[in-house]
């Protein structure tokens, strides 16, 4: 079992920067990736970016170049870090790490960009 505890969102006005970090807890053998992703209301939820264990990274084109996503194996954390924000990046942003052939969610956290 794994457990996530996620933070950093909140509101921001555009051009700004959030950092946003997941501390995994428990068993964290066999831990394959972890990453971002994020769902606005009235949408599916979308990769935002991940990293594999080999620290090999990939992000959604629409964040390209703004977001980057770090990991910390000693903490156990993943962190992203967003810069020049977006009305369009208003979303729910969910920490996820794949273990093995199971998958672990967050509870989400809410990055909202307005002015």
């Known amino acids: 079992q794994v457990r996530l505890a996620e933070s950093g969102g909140g509101l921001v006005q555009p051009g700004g920067s959030l950092n946003l970090s997941c501390t995994a807890s428990?068993?964290?053998?066999?831990?394959?990736?972890m990453g971002w992703y994020r769902q606005a209301l009235g949408n599916q939820r979308e990769l935002v970016a991940s990293?594999?264990?080999?620290?090999?990274?990939r992000y959604a084109d629409s964040v390209k170049g703004r977001f980057t996503i770090s990991r910390d194996n000693a903490k156990n954390t993943v962190y992203l870090q967003m810069n020049s924000l977006k009305p369009e990046d208003t979303a729910v942003y969910f920490c996820?790490?794949?273990?093995?052939?199971?998958?672990?969610w967050g509870q989400g956290t809410q990055v909202t960009v307005s002015s």
């Open positions: 996820r790490v794949v273990r093995g052939q199971a998958d672990y």
């Open positions: 428990g068993d964290m053998r066999y831990i394959k990736s």
């Open positions: 990293v594999n264990n080999r620290g090999s990274a």
